[in-house]
């Protein structure tokens, strides 16, 4: 997954698997769109975008990090790891069971992943979203790794970049889950006062509080090709409103036609979209040299 981002579009060869001779079942994918079989290492190479469709997969927060610079990503607020603050139990399973499941499946401690890094040769802070760990749910942790990463780059005069994907405040953590829409939200408000740009980055799905909150303030919202955006699902408004919705409703091109994102860009074209952005938030200035940071950089002069 090295230079996930950097690397040149391929072509592809895609249609059922060839008969005798044969592969083993994890060398090809399945689109979700299309449902064509599409071959896995070609389609890693294609960003993980369907050549047939064009339908953009998922990927996870650490393929994320690979929009960054080479060798420039410092991890902050490694230490942060989520409670069961009410003790949460469903269908006969605890919130701490669920967490401990969801940590051995995809390696991380939460549902976010922070830290600093560069762009282009430009510095910004990076906070980003995993849906894979319980649908990227806001809670506790998740908030308050926002928060850091939106005060860290407001004392360090650096943009900061979100790329977002949720199902909404996690329900386990109850109103503690709802209070963190209004932190972030807050901690953006120093960013903006220092002078220093947001740009939220939505991918496929995005909805509930997360999309009610930060990424819709955001200095640029940019959109990923066919993403699902909103705050209530699709059916659930149409059985409350009694009537049916126009079609592409709450996807990133349905947003951007009625003003709700600024741009829908490729997954091929966002790297040096994001390039071409920070420069232009940093004006005249030259490219600075990397850096590197521990998880204990000070928030608001703590450390």
Not at 278 to 289: K, S
Request: with cysteine; glycine share 8%.
């Amino acid at each position: 997954m090295k230079e996930f981002f950097r690397r040149r579009k391929t072509s592809f060869t895609t249609g059922e698997q060839p008969e005798g001779n044969p592969v083993p079942d994890d060398m090809w994918v399945k689109c979700a769109a299309c449902r064509d079989l599409v071959y896995k290492k070609e389609l890693i190479d294609n960003l993980k975008v369907c050549p047939k469709c064009s339908h953009h997969m998922r990927l996870s927060a650490r393929e994320w990090l690979d929009l960054l610079d080479t060798d420039t990503f410092s991890e902050t607020d490694t230490h942060l790891r989520p409670t069961d603050p009410l003790g949460f139990v469903s269908l006969d399973e605890s919130y701490t069971d669920k967490l401990v499941k969801s940590q051995e499946r995809t390696g991380m401690p939460d549902a976010v992943i922070a830290g600093l890094g560069m762009i282009g040769g430009q510095r910004l802070a990076l906070a980003v979203g995993d849906f894979a760990f319980m649908g990227a749910s806001m809670g506790s942790v998740y908030g308050e790794k926002m928060s850091r990463a939106a005060e860290r780059a407001a004392d360090l005069g650096i943009p900061l970049l979100t790329i977002n994907t949720s199902g909404g405040a996690r329900q386990q953590e109850g109103v503690i889950a709802l209070m963190q829409m209004a932190k972030v939200t807050m901690a953006l408000t120093r960013l903006a006062e220092a002078g220093q740009p947001h740009i939220a980055l939505l991918v496929d799905p995005c909805y509930g509080g997360v999309t009610a909150s930060y990424p819709s303030v955001a200095d640029v919202i940019i959109a990923e090709p066919g993403a699902n955006i909103g705050f209530a699902g699709k059916r659930l408004i149409e059985q409350i409103m009694r009537q049916k919705l126009p079609s592409g409703f709450q996807t990133a091109e349905f947003m951007l036609e009625h003003g709700m994102v600024d741009m829908v860009v490729e997954r091929n074209q966002l790297r040096a979209t994001l390039a071409r952005l920070l420069r232009l938030y940093a004006g005249r200035r030259e490219p600075v040299a990397p850096f590197m940071v521990s998880s204990e950089i000070y928030v608001n002069g703590r450390a």
